[in-house]
């Protein structure tokens, strides 16, 4: 076992990331390509994504960018055919493409509300479902980003709890209909992350991020690379015998239950 975390742990391997051109995603697929993993970037923006590629090249990595909407099924097809095309069958797959803005359920229209499902939950069933013909069977890995929003109420985040809350039980649910095809599928749940867009728009002052900062138990925000870390070993062979998992990285956060973000800017009833 105790070479389980041994350096190119992913020589040869592929991985394709959603939401791959910054924040948490991007911190995962640099972990990843330092072990030796080939990365499929997808996101919105070709341009964030070719920086993030060049970034990942420049250390020397292997890394492709494909521009693609993951609420369109034909865009996450094209990247993931892309992908296999340049590198081969897909052995780890990144579901992090997420949506949020702060705004009370009174405060969101329809089509708001719809966005974050769209991005977050139709976007990771996409994604999975496009990716199966893909996958490196047996021995794939999937694993979607969700958050403690999926069982904690927040208020100022209805449609962002919904939409996390329909991944981990769409997670669970594939976990079972892929184990017999040996893909594991888990979600990683993060707590508050800092430098992140998500807590510059839901901690966007020092009052509000000391305030957040005070409900955590370990009085920390956590870290991109502790989720990558949680990510590189979900997909290793150390948890091989994980699936159906939602692996929560919060400093205990959730453990306190439900909150709001009350000293977000610009949040009406």
């Known amino acids: 076992m105790a070479d389980i975390f041994r350096d190119g742990l992913f020589e040869g391997k ?17 972990r990843f390509a330092a072990q030796g993993a080939r990365l499929g970037l997808m996101g919105r923006k070709q341009e964030k994504l070719d920086r993030a590629a060049e970034g990942i090249r420049a250390a020397g990595g292997k890394a492709l960018g494909i521009a693609g909407d993951v609420r ?6 094209k990247a993931l055919g892309e992908t296999r095309e340049a590198f081969g069958e897909i052995d780890f797959l990144i579901c992090g493409a ?12 329809a089509n708001g509300f719809k966005a974050v499902i769209d991005i977050d939950l139709l976007g990771t069933f996409n994604t999975c479902r496009a ?28 449609h962002v709890c919904a939409a996390k ?30 430098d992140t867009e998500g807590m510059r728009r839901l901690a966007p002052s020092e009052e509000a991020r000391r305030q957040s900062m005070a409900s955590v138990p370990l009085r920390r925000f956590g870290s991109k ?10 997909a290793s062979d150390a948890a091989a015998y994980i699936t159906g998992a939602i692996c929560v990285c919060d400093g205990g956060q959730s453990l306190l239950g439900s909150r709001s973000f009350s000293g977000v800017a610009g949040v009406t009833s």
């Open 165 to 194: 809350a329909g991944i981990d039980i769409f997670c669970k649910t594939l976990a079972i209909e892929w184990a017999g095809a040996g893909v594991r599928v888990n979600a990683i749940a993060p707590g508050p992350v800092d």
């Open 225 to 234: 690379d502790e989720i990558a870390d949680l990510a590189l070993f979900l």
């Open 131 to 158: 990716a199966y013909e893909h996958l490196s069977k047996p021995g794939a890995s999937v694993i979607a980003i969700s958050a403690t929003h999926a069982f904690v109420p927040i208020a100022y985040q209805a």
């Open 98 to 109: 997420a949506g949020n803005f702060p705004a009370t359920v009174l405060g969101m229209s």
């Open 14 to 30: 592929v991985a394709f990331v959603t939401g791959g051109g910054s924040g948490i995603n991007l911190r995962i697929a640099e």
């Open 72 to 77: 369109n099924y034909e865009a996450c097809e």
